[in-house]
């Protein structure tokens, strides 16, 4: 392989202006698979989610999954798209190993949905992405390549194949071309990715784990002249499956094709591969000897042509759009867009919602999700909402604490012993007895205690240097095991010595 | 005895389903080596059903009218248990995990399954000479070819091998084979009867349907087979027409009749003439009105067929890749999964079947589709249009099944031009979607052999062509004195088994 030249970005963008596009794919989260009755869980041992019709065995037939129709225009209504009276679905034919059929059942030139939008918000700056067309397939099977460097086809001494992915409902979202957006380029196609993933999210479409390739993407990228009156050739990289990837990818692309370029080259409309170690890409098949996929309408299948009510009533149950969502949520939470955003990056709106319903204060639900869950969702390695505590629990710690019951140690102590199975926040103030010492003539017994063995500190004090009265109140809170409001104790010790 | 006849004896229980089907196997032993009409006879499990539905009888349970009739099916049918290998090497050795629809339904019917009869590979053909197992005969003539692509179910029925059979009709592979054998057979309305687990030559085309050796036969058998299945979408919901009654009955009174102008003149046999004209004079006398009918875009048919057949099986032949199932060629460690591919295909599949893989690729390859597939499909409209006006005036049409009797085996095998146009006749109700069936009507003076009578009715309508065929071939025996198959010669010292 070859090292690539590169020009550097800004420099880059002092003599180009980049067009981009993409196209996701989101694997439905569907009970069953696109074209017969396969559970879609994944992670099952291999070719345990398979039937002849997955499998594409000889004689077997599709039936599409009606779920997975209303999964895509629930989409397509998100996306402010139109929505087709009548479609039809294509095969895509072509050969490969991991495709049961060696034709992909797929929607070609009358996809479900077309021509809608989704607007992204760009530092302050709202930009329109146009969405062409969304439309649902059939997902291929899953090859494993053994042997070899690279982990591809070529140079592997075997291949295995899982057709558990095979069959499972893909819905493709292709965008227009994205003009305009100059030097934000690569920012602007890792916040569309990011607003389509909490969108669709908040649909309950799919769960969206790029990880698991649950959302995979497509991201096209040219380059023309400033001024230009004509777009450049784009290419397009494959195997981009990751934020920071999209990101990176369309600044290798800037760089990679602005050298090009600059060398009086032009620029090969081909796939590229994307590389997560290096951040680079890599040319695969050009368009030149690019496959004819021979598409032609699926014979097997009838048209489908969801009636106008249906629409309607899928339209009617859409759940509010996330960044609609996220304004209201501000100002209701009087919170700035920074803050709202480290929320959203740490997957804890619903929670921080759920625990501002539960009757906590937005300031107060938000404290705890951010602070001492997010440590334990670190720690453990596991999802802020997968924890085992409920919005309501956290509630309650957080009544339980502005009641002056618990102090933020206590309420840490109980956050534990919730996680750990041990109960509801009151059976384990309880069980433990964890409950602040408020009882004052506890305290004051306490307190006599800590005047009389610091009699320096308390001369401090008498003096008028309150601020010494810290030592007393720690000593108290040691006494007490921090079952002390603390506040309360300083209160009492000024009292007493005044 | 015929099928109905059979099904009478067994019900009163004057013989078992065990005797039943021994005679049929020893029927098939003593002259399948000479029409070679079975690919595969399953004398095992056939005998342990018989004893399944004899031990039902005897228990006094309730049982289908077909109970303990034996039934071949040809070998595109999938069959748990069974081999299927479509008439081609590339699937030699394939047993099926699962039945198809109709299979399962003969099973639950009782009906005995003898075995899987031999056909053109892939149901490619009107000779069963592309078949990879070799030819079979047809039993008025040794020399002659019993039709394709379902001719060892033709075969079998005629040589009183089995009562019944069944087979597929994508652009005559049911009625041709029936003519040119002197037996019944009908494509039922294109979605009457499920494709699910039939292996698919040409989805859109493909239809599943009975041979029987007289009209009520094949009724009985259309009846037990067809009827709605959720697993295959181009199935149709809806009941079955009364075919069984409509057999019975087999008035055609008042009923009007269009001879089709377009399907007579230059190639066809005098003889075939001679004999459809009589019947046509036969079902006047029975009181039918007959007129003649124009049907211009007929005439286009047989072009446009062999671009939506090839196109279709070109996609639907592409999972026989050697990954999976079947024959696999060349995979010694040093080739890659793509030169395993090539290898198979092309050692697996015939000559006939490369063709059309070839001709529906290039038919629907970019820059081509329009010219090709899509013409072939505004010609199959303007057919379509063509039965809807021609059934505006008259209840069914009717034609010669074929333009000539049965043809030398190796006559037409160099020369595929001629091959097609067995087929002249069968193909616009294929391209349609409607009924059509084919009856005996006399044997043609030039050489000795069946004539079939083609009635064609509009979809759904299937029990028209019942009447219309019961009517004629009541009145056809009545004038010969006995059946028509009393009159094969082909295998010589086996005596008038009718």
Same mark, same amino acid.
């Given at each position: 392989m070859t090292m690539e030249t590169l020009v550097p970005y800004l420099e880059a963008m002092e003599r180009y202006e980049p067009v981009i596009g993409l196209e996701t794919h989101v694997e439905l989260g569907t009970r069953t698979?696109?074209? /017969?009755? /396969?559970?879609?869980?994944?992670?099952?041992?291999?070719?345990?989610?398979?039937?002849?019709? !997955?499998?594409?065995?000889?004689?077997?037939?599709?039936?599409?999954?009606?779920?997975?129709? +209303?999964?895509?225009?629930?989409?397509?209504?998100?996306?402010?798209?139109?929505?087709?009276?009548? !479609?039809?679905?294509?095969? %895509?034919?072509?050969?490969?190993?991991?495709?049961?059929?060696?034709f992909q059942i797929s929607q070609y030139d009358e996809p479900l949905c077309t021509d809608g939008y989704l607007d992204v918000d760009v530092d302050g700056?709202?930009?329109?992405?146009?969405? =062409?067309?969304?439309?649902l397939e059939e997902d291929t099977g899953k090859s494993l390549h053994v042997g070899g460097a690279t982990g591809r086809i070529h140079g592997a001494e075997y291949s295995l194949v899982d057709y558990n992915r095979a069959g499972i409902p893909l819905v493709e979202i292709v965008t227009k071309p994205i003009t305009g957006t100059g030097a934000d380029a690569p920012v602007a196609a890792r916040l569309y990715v990011t607003e389509l993933r909490d969108l669709l999210r908040s649909l309950h479409v799919s769960d969206v784990r790029m990880e698991e390739g649950s959302l995979r993407c497509d991201v096209n990228t040219s380059l023309a002249p400033h001024g230009a009156s004509q777009w450049g050739t784009r290419t397009e990289t494959k195997n981009v499956n990751s934020l920071r990837s999209v990101e990176r990818a369309v600044a290798f692309e800037i760089e990679r094709q602005a050298a090009v370029l600059d060398a009086g080259g032009r620029v090969i409309q081909e796939t590229r591969h994307f590389h997560e170690d290096t951040s680079t890409t890599t040319s695969g098949r050009s368009k030149e000897e690019a496959q004819d996929y021979r598409y032609f309408p699926e014979p097997d299948l009838v048209p489908v042509a969801p009636p106008a009510a249906w629409v309607e009533q899928i339209r009617a149950a859409l759940p509010e759009a996330p960044a609609a969502r996220r304004a209201r949520l501000m100002v209701d939470w009087n919170l700035s867009s920074l803050d709202m955003d480290a929320i959203v990056n740490a997957g804890a709106l619903d929670l921080v919602e759920a625990t501002v319903a539960a009757g906590a204060s937005p300031a107060d639900a938000r404290k705890w999700w951010l602070g001492e869950l997010s440590r334990h969702a670190h720690d453990t390695g596991t999802e802020l909402a997968a924890l085992a505590i409920t919005p309501a629990q956290v509630a309650r710690i957080a009544a339980l604490v502005a009641a002056g019951t618990l102090n933020d140690r206590l309420a840490r102590d109980v956050i534990d012993a919730v996680l750990a199975g041990e109960g509801d926040?009151?059976?384990?103030?309880?069980?433990?007895?964890?409950?602040?010492?408020? &009882?004052?003539?506890?305290?004051?017994?306490?307190?006599?205690?800590?005047?009389?063995?610091?009699?320096?500190?308390?001369?401090?004090?008498?003096d008028g240097k309150t601020a010494a009265a810290g030592v007393l109140v720690g000593a108290v809170m040691k006494a007490t095991r921090g079952k002390a409001d603390a506040a309360r104790v300083r209160e009492l010790i000024l009292e007493r010595l005044s | 005895m015929?099928?109905?006849?059979?099904?009478?004896?067994? +019900?009163? %229980?004057?013989?078992?389903?065990?005797?039943?089907?021994?005679?049929?196997?020893?029927?098939?032993? $003593?002259?399948?080596? @000479?029409?070679?009409?079975?690919?595969?006879?399953?004398? &095992?499990?056939?005998?342990?059903?018989?004893?399944?539905?004899? $031990?039902?009888?005897?228990?006094?349970?309730?049982?289908?009218?077909?109970?303990?009739?034996?039934?071949?099916?040809?070998?595109?049918?999938?069959?748990?248990?069974?081999?299927?290998? !479509?008439?081609?090497r590339i699937l030699e050795g394939w047993h099926p995990p699962y039945d198809a629809t109709i299979t399962t339904r003969l099973k639950q019917a009782g009906a005995i399954i003898l075995g899987k009869t031999n056909m053109d590979e892939f149901a490619m053909g009107s000779s069963t000479e592309n078949s990879a197992y070799g030819t079979s005969r047809n039993p008025w003539d040794l020399d002659k070819i019993p039709g394709g692509s379902s001719g060892g179910s033709s075969a079998a029925v005629a040589a009183y091998e089995a009562p019944l059979a069944i087979g597929t009709d994508t652009g005559g592979s049911i009625r041709q084979p029936a003519a040119v054998c002197g037996i019944v057979g009908t494509k039922p309305t294109y979605g009457g009867s499920s494709r699910y687990g039939v292996v698919a030559f040409a989805s859109s085309l493909d239809t599943p349907g009975p041979f029987g050796r007289t009209v009520l036969d094949a009724a009985l058998l259309h009846e037990?087979?067809?009827?709605?299945?959720?697993?295959?979408?181009?199935?149709?919901?809806?009941?079955?027409?009364?075919?069984?009654?409509?057999?019975?009955?087999?008035?055609?009174?008042?009923?009007?009749?269009?001879v089709v102008t377009e399907l007579s003149g230059e190639g066809y046999q005098p003889g075939v003439m001679a004999r459809f004209a009589e019947s046509v004079e036969l079902?006047?006398?029975?009181?039918?009105?007959?007129? =003649?009918?124009?049907?211009?875009?007929?005439?286009?048919?047989?072009?446009?067929?062999?671009?939506?057949?090839?196109?279709? !099986?070109?996609?639907?032949?592409?999972?026989? &890749? $050697?990954? @999976?199932?079947?024959?696999?060629?060349?995979?010694?460690?040093?080739?890659?999964? =793509? +030169?395993?591919m090539a290898l198979t295909r092309e050692q697996g599949f015939g000559a006939e079947v490369k063709r059309r893989i070839i001709l529906g690729a290039y038919a629907l390859s970019s820059g081509y589709y329009d010219a090709y597939y899509g013409k072939a499909q505004q010609v199959r409209t303007l057919i379509i249009r063509d039965f809807d006006a021609a059934f505006g005036q008259v209840d069914v049409?009717?034609?010669?099944?074929?333009?000539?009797?049965?043809?030398?085996?190796? +006559?037409?095998?160099?020369?595929?031009?001629?091959?097609?146009?067995?087929?002249?006749?069968?193909?616009?109700? &294929?391209?349609?979607?409607?009924?059509?069936i084919s009856v005996p009507c006399g044997l043609a003076d030039e050489d000795g052999l069946p004539v079939g009578l083609q009635v064609m009715a509009p979809a759904m309508a299937d029990d028209r062509l019942y009447r219309v065929a019961a009517a004629a071939e009541a009145a056809l025996t009545g004038r010969w004195g006995r059946p028509l198959l009393a009159e094969a010669k082909g295998l010589p010292g086996e005596g008038d088994r009718a």
């Open positions: 698979k696109m074209f /017969c009755a /396969c559970t879609t869980t994944f992670g099952a041992e291999p070719n345990s989610q398979v039937c002849p019709v !997955c499998l594409g065995l000889p004689g077997s037939l599709p039936v599409v999954n009606r779920a997975a129709i +209303e999964y895509t225009i629930r989409i397509g209504l998100a996306l402010n798209c139109q929505i087709a009276s009548w !479609c039809r679905f294509a095969r %895509k034919n072509y050969f490969y190993p991991d495709m049961p059929k060696n700056r709202t930009i329109r992405v146009g969405i =062409e067309r969304v439309h926040p009151d059976e384990i103030v309880e069980a433990r007895g964890l409950a602040v010492v408020s &009882d004052d003539t506890a305290l004051l017994a306490a307190i006599d205690e800590a005047i009389a063995a610091n009699p320096a500190v308390v001369a401090k004090i008498r | 015929t099928a109905a006849e059979l099904a009478a004896a067994l +019900e009163r %229980k004057e013989v078992s389903a065990t005797e039943v089907t021994r005679a049929h196997l020893d029927r098939i032993a $003593a002259v399948d080596d @000479r029409v070679h009409a079975f690919l595969h006879v399953a004398a &095992d499990s056939a005998l342990e059903q018989a004893a399944a539905v004899d $031990a039902k009888r005897h228990n006094g349970e309730p049982l289908s009218p077909l109970a303990g009739v034996p039934v071949a099916v040809k070998d595109v049918f999938a069959t748990k248990g069974l081999p299927t290998t !479509c008439g081609s037990a087979m067809s009827g709605h299945d959720p697993c295959d979408s181009t199935s149709i919901d809806a009941p079955v027409p009364p075919v069984v009654a409509a057999a019975r009955e087999a008035d055609v009174s008042g009923m009007r009749i269009g079902l006047e006398s029975l009181g039918a009105k007959v007129t =003649e009918v124009s049907c211009p875009h007929f005439r286009y048919a047989l072009p446009a067929y062999y671009l939506i057949a090839p196109s279709e !099986c070109s996609s639907n032949l592409a999972r026989f &890749d $050697a990954m @999976r199932y079947g024959l696999r060629v060349g995979d010694d460690g040093t080739r890659d999964a =793509e +030169e395993v049409l009717v034609s010669p099944s074929t333009p000539t009797t049965a043809f030398r085996i190796g +006559e037409r095998a160099d020369d595929p031009m001629a091959m097609y146009l067995a087929d002249l006749c069968t193909i616009p109700s &294929d391209l349609a979607g409607n009924a059509a």
